[in-house]
């Protein structure tokens, strides 16, 4: 076993951004093996209640992120914090409610440590971060749309971006470290 499946999360309420790579322990190598962008959107109808809608697109979300980590050995996320208005805190709160729920270990990491390790300083642009993404990883499956028949990518790939991103953060915490070198050291006695 010297690969293993895990995730990287960008939350949000609107796009979840959802990157399943594989690493290989041995050498640090990544692939992305999925990239999911859970949509949601307030409620036009006004028959139904602004609470179950927000409930609804809270459970549409976990249901999302669950069967696109199905699998994952760890996962990676930034946990939202600081909103200004009351959408901004509702928004953080389901997420981290969708984080807290997952039955995969999960590694916190923050915004300054996703930006330095993928574009090398900690105030990387959303241009900066979809350009070091598509550079790192040219043949993952990016959001695309036809323009003047050539393909180009969305802006919604900024959350994957983001999430690919944040597994390149979190495989150097020391916190992954250390389940990595348990991880190494199974694999041998089991060889």
Request: with cysteine.
């Amino acid at each position: 076993m010297s690969k293993i499946l895990i995730g990287g999360l960008d939350g949000s309420l609107r796009n979840f951004g959802v990157a399943r790579m594989e690493l290989d322990i041995n050498t640090d190598e990544l692939s992305v093996t999925g990239l999911y962008l859970p949509q949601t959107d307030v409620e036009k109808n006004k028959q139904v209640r602004a609470s179950s809608a927000t409930y609804m697109r809270g459970k549409y979300l976990h249901e999302e992120v669950t069967k696109a980590l199905d699998g994952a050995s760890v996962v990676f996320a930034e946990i939202p914090y600081g909103g200004k208005s009351y959408d901004a805190v509702l928004g953080f709160g389901i997420v981290i409610g969708i984080y807290a729920s997952l039955q995969i270990p999960l590694i916190e990491v923050s915004q300054s440590e996703t930006k330095k390790a993928a574009v090398g300083t900690r105030t990387a642009s959303k241009e900066e971060m979809i350009a070091w993404a598509f550079e790192t990883y040219p043949t993952a499956p990016w959001l695309t749309t036809k323009r003047g028949g050539v393909l180009v990518p969305t802006k919604a790939n900024e959350h994957l971006a983001d999430a690919c991103a944040v597994v390149h953060a979190g495989i150097k915490t020391p916190a992954f470290r250390q389940a990595k070198a348990i991880l190494a050291a199974g694999s041998k006695l089991a060889a």
